[in-house]
């Protein structure tokens, strides 16, 4: 499946060969720690390690503004998107959707459950490279009718992004087609929660250009 692409005002269409999702990916270990504290608390096993890298079929990567999943537990979380393909890096933006009652039993397979929107814009890497951490990231979520804000924070929030291109080994992977990965978010305010719709922008202070994209859930029945 080829994705349509757009950087710089070009078309950039890409039929991706690896998708990564990284998680556990906070830069205050203290955050970390917590956060994990919180989810054990809720029955979601404690990551081998930090972070982790979970390897998701490439298809799950969309532009659709409309998905689907089964009950009513999933909920998405807004990310920087790192997309690598002939020899040229970019940076995009994407939402790690996730079915949160798979989670408590697998967080592998409530990543891979799930398609993850992603926006079709990318920026070109080497023209934000030095000032990727002032990168603005924000989300909402639609409650009761209105827009609610959900998630806001910078990149600096994240692990340095060089440092999870390393662990990830995506430039390696690169060498069999593209690649993209999913860098990790911040926390939500109010409390990760599911919504029938779902924005998120990503904003970069020193010139005003912005990345959007907003998608609906719908719910499947869950029958068993």
């Known amino acids: 499946m080829t994705l349509e692409f757009r950087a710089a005002g070009a078309p950039l269409p890409l039929a991706l060969k690896h998708l990564i999702v990284a998680g556990w990916t906070g830069r205050d270990a203290a955050a970390i720690a917590h956060h994990i504290e919180e989810l054990a608390a809720l029955g979601v096993p404690a990551p081998s390690q930090t972070p982790l890298y979970y390897r998701v079929s490439a298809p799950l990567l969309t532009m659709a503004d409309r998905l689907e999943a089964v009950g009513g537990a999933s909920s998405g979380e807004v990310e920087p998107l790192i997309v690598v393909a002939n020899g040229k890096r970019y940076l995009g933006l994407a939402s790690d959707h996730t079915d949160r009652a798979l989670e408590a039993h697998s967080v592998a397979m409530s990543k891979q459950v799930c398609a993850k929107p992603c926006a079709a814009e990318l920026w070109d890497w080497d023209e934000i490279a030095d000032r990727v951490e002032e990168i603005e990231l924000e989300s909402w979520i639609e409650e009761d009718g209105a827009w609610v804000s959900y998630q806001q924070g910078t990149i600096a929030s994240i692990r340095p992004l060089a440092d999870l291109i390393e662990g990830s080994r995506i430039d390696e992977l690169a060498a069999e087609g593209p690649v993209a ?44």
């Open 181 to 224: 990965m999913l860098c990790g978010t911040f926390g939500a305010k109010g409390g990760v929660r599911p919504a029938a719709r779902f924005r998120m922008e990503m904003r970069d202070p020193a010139t005003g250009r912005k990345i959007s994209h907003e998608y609906a859930t719908c719910t499947l029945p869950e029958v068993a």
